[in-house]
C-alpha cells in the first residue's frame, strides 16, 4: 500500500484508510473485529474514528480489534461533538443531551482523552482532531490543550475535523497557533467527492499553502458513488439512506442527475463507480488518505483495489464536465 505524509507531522498514512463510524451503531464486535483484520492483511494502517460514536463503543471495538498491533498503524480519533448514541426508529441520530460529556473545554478534552485512551489500550493517539466548534469556549483555551496534550506525549499530531469548517475559520487558527507557537494542524477533513467539490474554490489552495493534508470524508458521499442506488426514491434496506433520513434527504435532484452520467462514465470505462471514485480523490496531491467506511471486509478488498485504478488526463478532463457544478 502507498504511503503518504500527514502534512509536515513526519507521519506516513496508508493511501486507503478505514473509517470505522460504522462500528458499535450498525455492526457488532465480531463484524467490526472481521473488518478491521481485513484492513490490517490488505495494508491500511490509518484508522478513524471518534469517541462520541457509540459512546465509546467504537473507539472500544477498535481498539480491541488492532491489540497486538498497535505499532504497525495510526490511530486517528475525535473531541468536542455530543455523544452519538445510535439512531432512532424514524432515521434520526440520537445525540445525548449531557452537555457535560461534550464541547472543547480543557476539563472535557483532557478527560475525553484519557476515556479514549483507556478504551483503545495506548498511551497516546497519533493524530487527535477537534469534530466541532465550540462558541462558548475561547478557541485559545482549546488550542493550547491541545498543545499540551502534544508535550506530554499523549498525541502526537492535531488534525481539524469539524464539520463545515471553513477557510476563514481556518485562517484563524492557523494565526493563532503562530502567534503563540503552539503546535499547528497537519490535516484537516472535508467532505470532498465526485459530487461535492465546494472546497475546491478556497479550501484546498489555503491548505496547500499551510503545508497540511486533506483528508476527505464521505469520500462514496454515504454510498451513493458505490453504484448501490439506482433510482431516486427506492434504496437497499439496511444501507444508510435507507436506514437514515437526516442523509437521505441531504440528497438533491442535481446530485442525482450527476450520479447518472458518472455512472455511465464507469461503465464506459470498464470500471465500478466505488474504483472511479476513490481514484479520482488519490489523483489529488493534497490527499493524504481516502478514509471509506465499511462494513464487511469484501468491501475493504474492493476500496483497496480501487489504487490500480488508472484515470488519464483526458479522463480527468472528462470527470470535470461531468461534476463540476459551475459549468
Given amino acids: ?25 450498525f455492526q457488532d464486535a465480531d463484524q467490526a473485529t472481521a473488518c478491521v483484520h ?6 491500511i494502517t ?34 468536542g461533538q455530543a455523544e452519538l448514541l445510535g439512531i432512532t426508529s424514524d432515521g434520526l441520530s440520537d445525540f445525548s443531551t449531557d452537555l457535560r460529556r461534550s464541547g472543547l473545554s480543557r ?20 493524530i487527535y ?25 499523549k498525541i502526537r499530531a492535531i488534525g481539524e475535523a469539524a464539520t463545515a469548517s471553513s477557510v476563514d475559520q481556518l485562517i484563524a487558527t492557523c494565526a493563532m497557533t503562530d502567534a503563540y507557537g503552539w503546535r499547528g494542524f497537519c490535516s484537516m477533513q472535508a467532505e470532498y467527492n465526485l ?21 476527505p470524508y464521505m469520500p462514496l458521499a454515504n454510498g451513493l458513488l458505490t453504484g448501490k ?25 442535481e446530485d442525482w442527475d450527476t450520479l447518472d452520467d458518472v455512472a455511465k462514465f464507469a461503465a464506459n470505462r470498464g470500471m ?25 471486509p469484501e468491501q475493504i478488498r474492493d476500496n483497496v483495489a480501487a489504487v490500480d485504478v488508472t484515470l488519464t488526463a483526458s479522463d480527468l478532463e472528462a470527470l470535470d464536465l461531468i461534476t463540476r457544478r459551475d459549468r
Fill in 107 to 126: 476539563r472535557w478534552i483532557i478527560r475525553s482523552v484519557e476515556e479514549s485512551l483507556t478504551r483503545l489500550g495506548t498511551d497516546y493517539i497519533d
Fill in 272 to 296: 465500478s463507480m466505488t474504483h472511479l471514485a476513490i481514484n479520482w480523490l488519490l489523483t489529488k496531491p493534497i490527499v493524504a488518505s481516502v478514509i471509506a467506511g465499511a462494513s464487511r
Fill in 46 to 79: 490509518l484508522f478513524d474514528m471518534a469517541s462520541e460514536h457509540g459512546g465509546g463503543i467504537e473507539e472500544q471495538l477498535v481498539g480491541a480489534a488492532l491489540r497486538g498491533h498497535r505499532d504497525e498503524v495510526v490511530i486517528a480519533t475525535k473531541v
Fill in 129 to 153: 482532531q477537534p469534530h466541532t466548534y465550540d462558541p462558548d469556549i475561547p478557541r485559545e483555551e482549546t488550542l493550547a490543550t491541545f498543545n499540551d496534550l502534544v508535550l506530554q506525549g
Fill in 195 to 215: 459530487l461535492a467539490r465546494d472546497i475546491e474554490a478556497e479550501l484546498i489552495a489555503e491548505l496547500d499553502r499551510r503545508g497540511m493534508s486533506l483528508i
Fill in 38 to 43: 481485513e484492513a490490517l492483511d490488505a495494508g
Fill in 229 to 253: 442506488y439506482r433510482t431516486r426514491d427506492r434504496y437497499p434496506h439496511g444501507t444508510r439512506l435507507d436506514k437514515i433520513s437526516i442523509i437521505r434527504n441531504m440528497v438533491t435532484n
Fill in 1 to 25: 500500500m502507498e504511503q503518504r505524509e500527514l502534512g509536515r507531522s513526519g507521519i506516513q498514512v496508508s493511501a486507503i484508510g478505514l473509517g470505522c463510524n460504522n462500528f458499535g451503531m
